[in-house]
């Protein structure tokens, strides 16, 4: 799977917009873009997926640019809650990938301030 | 709770001992995956199972065995436990072997070898 660089880590303020950035600059036409996050002591929680268009959920949005090198998780309007390590990950489902499950890096450590 | 159960939470034992740590997938997921997280190698995965059948390794040592029974349970045997192997052990789930939309994890096992 093509790598991703993610900064270690960010602050933020409670019920302000959090923008995550993650580069995959060796991205392939067929890997998904996936966020997932672990909050402290526990398991780690799909967020949201994307292949090219922009996605958003519940949770978040994903914001995926026009060559899809990069791409941006937004948290609307973070919480307390939402302090985790957020991961993305790519993932290529052809060829039979996919099955191998994921491989999680060293992802973004989230702190929000109060 | 996110419909995936581990047993036990923690479990402390000696170097050289077995243990088996056991999963629920949540109700319907026929495709159990188990990882490791250290705080070195952070969030490895170890092997998948669907629907009774092995189906892709990752990182797994030879000391290390799991299985997935008719109920569709999974537990992950480790043997001849070595200091290192001191570690959170999650077991995540999903209907399709491939699942785009992501796996729901368990809260994991705290393994600690003494």
């Known amino acids: 799977d093509a790598k991703t660089t993610q900064p270690n880590s960010m602050e933020s303020n409670e019920e302000e917009p959090v923008h995550l950035p993650c580069n995959h600059s060796?991205?392939?036409?067929?890997?998904?873009i996936h966020w997932y996050r672990q909050l402290p002591s526990q398991g780690p929680e799909y967020v949201i997926h994307g292949l090219t268009s922009n996605v958003n959920n519940r949770m978040a949005s994903l914001a995926i640019a026009e060559d899809r090198k990069s791409s941006t998780l937004i948290l609307h309007r973070a919480t307390l809650r939402d302090a985790a390590v957020y991961y993305c990950?790519?993932?290529?489902?052809?060829?039979?990938?996919?099955?191998?499950?994921?491989?999680f890096g060293k992802g973004t450590h989230l702190i929000i301030q109060p | 709770d996110s419909g995936v159960t581990q047993t036990p939470k923690h479990l402390i034992t000696a170097t050289g001992q077995r243990v088996t740590l056991r999963c629920s997938p949540r109700?319907?997921?026929?495709?159990v995956y188990w990882y490791q997280q250290s705080l070195d190698q952070g969030l490895q995965f170890l092997i998948q199972y669907y629907n009774g059948e092995e189906r892709a390794k990752g990182n797994i040592l030879e000391r290390f065995s799991a299985q997935q029974f008719p109920d569709l349970h999974s537990e992950l045997n480790l043997s001849s436990l070595e200091l290192g192997d001191s570690a959170l052990y999650f077991c995540a789930s999903s209907v399709a072997p491939t699942p785009r939309d992501g796996y729901t994890f368990g809260s994991g096992t705290r393994l600690t070898v003494v």
């Open positions: 060796t991205i392939s036409g067929t890997d998904y």
């Open positions: 990950i790519l993932r290529d489902y052809q060829s039979g990938g996919g099955a191998d499950g994921l491989t």
């Open positions: 109700s319907g997921d026929l495709s």
